[in-house]
């Protein structure tokens, strides 16, 4: 069977008690491994997760069927969870498919988030007629809708959001679920909310945990590059790839950065310094507390023709990774490691 992300929820039900693998494609990427991450929440028994890259099945078709279909230490049940790029997969789901046809035994869920992949891949062409199996095709998302998913994502963990504020929620996550959950978590958290006593969160609070949202996703990578710091550049790039960060919304970060620096270099003017900001102009230029270092190193370091150049490459950069979004991990990758070495000039 097959969805998208416009009713992959209404189907949802029905792909659980009927399929045994779930694959997760399309050029959003965030909403694809939320929507995954939605379906082993609803499992009926989740049981142990073991998780499995396509590499390892790419070099290995077997062994997805041998984890399948072994039973837990503990003899519980498990489900597999499967990060591959493109069709590296193909062969190990074939495989699991002809396998249990031929009488190997019943299976544990499986479900595969690739990446660089559509429902065109020959992944998703070999399981979207079968009744056992789920291709979920997830499409760039728009604020309308990412608006709408914040206030279900918040009212499942008891923070109810207007419409005003879960649409801010979503334009500071740009459009990325997950990082619109996690920030839906720490409001949560920081208004003691639960489905059970359910809280109505203001501006101010999305104020208040604002300062550290962002710190935990993009804003470390961010600040290595910007730093020049060459040697703590490698660690960031695999961290950007374990966590699942979209290269878009990555990107879109130093976009940011980079126009918050031309912001505060037109106040401080060709001769001004950092030191001489108020308390009143960092609020105005969005410099919280935990990053004016950062940024007072950043601000010093990238001004006038050089911060130039830095938008000038960063708007390349977009351009790229639009034009070739199956390579776009990579050209990210290639593109701020040039980044940096530049900022140490």
């Known amino acids: 069977m097959k969805a998208t992300n416009r009713d992959y929820a209404a189907k949802l039900k029905t792909a659980i008690g009927q399929a045994g693998i779930f694959f997760f494609c399309g050029q959003d990427e965030a909403g694809a491994s939320a929507a995954a991450r939605d379906l082993v929440a609803a499992l009926p028994d989740t049981g142990e997760k073991v998780e499995m890259s396509g590499a390892d099945l790419k070099s290995d078709p077997a062994r997805l069927g041998d984890e399948a279909r072994s039973t837990s230490l503990f003899g519980d049940s498990r489900h597999i969870w499967v990060r591959a790029s493109g069709d590296e997969a193909h062969d190990a789901i074939a495989t699991l498919i002809e396998t249990g046809e031929a009488g190997a035994g019943e299976a544990c869920p499986v479900i595969v988030v690739a990446t660089s992949a559509t429902d065109k891949s020959r992944t998703a062409k070999l399981l979207?007629?079968?009744?056992?199996?789920?291709?979920?095709?997830?499409?760039?998302?728009?604020?309308?809708?990412?608006?709408?998913?914040?206030?279900?994502?918040?009212?499942?963990?008891?923070?109810?959001?207007?419409?005003?504020?879960?649409?801010?929620?979503?334009?500071?996550?740009?459009?990325?679920?997950?990082?619109?959950a996690s920030e839906i978590e720490k409001l949560a958290l920081y208004l003691d909310a639960a489905p059970q006593s359910p809280k109505k969160p203001t501006a101010d609070d999305l104020d208040a945990v604002a300062a550290g949202c962002e710190e935990d996703g993009f804003m470390p990578l961010v600040n290595v590059v910007l730093g020049g710091e060459g040697g703590r550049l490698s660690a960031e790039l695999v961290r950007m790839r374990q966590v699942g960060l979209n290269p878009v919304g990555t990107l879109l970060a130093f976009e940011r950065r980079a126009a918050q620096l031309a912001r505060i270099a037109a106040k401080l003017g060709p001769r001004g310094k950092f030191e001489d900001?108020?308390?009143?102009?960092?609020?105005?230029?969005?410099?919280f507390f935990r990053e004016e270092r950062d940024i007072r190193a950043q601000a010093q370091n990238w001004r006038g023709r050089k911060?130039?150049?830095?938008?000038?490459?960063?708007?390349?950069?977009?351009?790229?990774?639009?034009?070739?979004s199956q390579a776009a991990e990579m050209l990210l990758a290639q593109g701020l490691t040039r980044i940096c070495r530049f900022a140490t000039r």
């Open 128 to 180: 979207e007629k079968r009744k056992d199996a789920l291709v979920a095709m997830f499409y760039p998302p728009d604020l309308a809708s990412v608006t709408q998913t914040v206030r279900a994502l918040g009212d499942g963990a008891g923070v109810h959001f207007d419409h005003a504020l879960a649409e801010r929620i979503a334009r500071a996550a740009n459009l990325d679920v997950r990082l619109a």
């Open 277 to 287: 900001l108020g308390r009143g102009d960092k609020a105005q230029l969005c410099i």
């Open 307 to 324: 911060l130039d150049m830095l938008t000038m490459r960063l708007t390349e950069l977009h351009r790229e990774l639009l034009t070739n």
